[in-house]
């Protein structure tokens, strides 16, 4: 499968964007360039033309139909396709989201050509990109891999409110005020938390939520 060509297409609504990486990636004879789009429902006009890719490289941000609603899309009519989230977000919350929605991988825009072409050869091959920002811990949850090791039989009532407030969009400081404790309290449930589930951020623990039903939406 690795000396496969690979076929993509680019969902983006910044223009110079998609044709800086258009052109960087077509020094690359592994990788076939099928179409770009500026958003989800031009994306959804080349899926209907053309032949499909394999991997999708796809913005968060865009008009009319935003990453969230493209890749919720194509996991309901194209299951098959591959989807590679590039953003400036780095932030927990639109990784969380992307993920929980369907990609297989998460990748900054800053990111070197080489990284990007890695992350399309994986997730072509393998369903799913990993690097520091999602984890093999990450993987397993979302391959729905269980772990005698993360049983939540010996997370406490609080432990639980604290993974299920760690979905929101809320603060440490905010998740204290909610649950009438202290700040300091709240850091130590989080520590334990890294500990006990061998998790080192809260995007984890938000993965870890979602897959053992804690999570609401």
């Given at each position: 499968m690795q000396n496969s060509t690979i076929s993509i297409g680019i969902v983006d609504d910044h223009t110079l964007f998609r044709q800086g990486l258009i052109s960087l990636?077509?020094?690359?004879?592994?990788?076939?360039?099928?179409?770009?789009a500026g958003n989800g429902q031009e994306m959804?006009?080349?899926?209907?033309?053309?032949?499909?890719?394999?991997?999708?490289?796809?913005?968060?941000?865009?008009?009319?139909?935003?990453?969230?609603?493209?890749?919720?899309?194509?996991?309901?009519?194209h299951p098959a396709i591959h989807i590679l989230a590039l953003s400036t977000f780095e932030e927990d919350m639109p990784i969380i989201k992307m993920l929980k929605s369907g990609a297989g991988g998460y990748l900054l825009?800053?990111?070197?050509?080489?990284?990007?072409?890695?992350?399309?050869?994986?997730?072509?091959?393998?369903?799913?990109?990993?690097?520091?920002?999602?984890?093999?811990?990450?993987?397993?949850s979302?391959?729905?891999?269980?772990?005698?090791?993360?049983?939540?039989?010996?997370?406490?009532?609080?432990?639980?409110?604290?993974?299920?407030l760690c979905c929101s969009e809320m603060t440490y400081k905010e998740m204290a005020v909610e649950m009438n404790l202290s700040p300091h309290t709240i850091d130590n449930y989080r520590q334990a938390l890294f500990e006990k589930l061998d998790i080192?951020?809260?995007?984890?623990?938000?993965?870890?939520?979602?897959?053992?039903?804690?999570y609401i939406p």
């Amino acid at each position: 499968m690795q000396n496969s060509t690979i076929s993509i297409g680019i969902v983006d609504d910044h223009t110079l964007f998609r044709q800086g990486l258009i052109s960087l990636l077509s020094e690359y004879n592994s990788i076939k360039f099928l179409f770009e789009a500026g958003n989800g429902q031009e994306m959804q006009q080349h899926l209907k033309n053309g032949p499909l890719p394999n991997v999708i490289l796809l913005d968060i941000s865009m008009p009319v139909m935003d990453g969230y609603q493209t890749v919720q899309w194509l996991r309901q009519h194209h299951p098959a396709i591959h989807i590679l989230a590039l953003s400036t977000f780095e932030e927990d919350m639109p990784i969380i989201k992307m993920l929980k929605s369907g990609a297989g991988g998460y990748l900054l825009k800053e990111s070197r050509i080489g990284e990007v072409v890695n992350a399309i050869q994986s997730i072509y091959e393998q369903g799913f990109y990993l690097n520091e920002v999602v984890s093999g811990k990450m993987l397993h949850s979302l391959q729905g891999k269980s772990d005698s090791s993360t049983s939540t039989s010996h997370l406490s009532e609080n432990e639980i409110r604290f993974l299920q407030l760690c979905c929101s969009e809320m603060t440490y400081k905010e998740m204290a005020v909610e649950m009438n404790l202290s700040p300091h309290t709240i850091d130590n449930y989080r520590q334990a938390l890294f500990e006990k589930l061998d998790i080192k951020s809260r995007t984890g623990l938000v993965i870890y939520a979602i897959k053992h039903a804690f999570y609401i939406p």
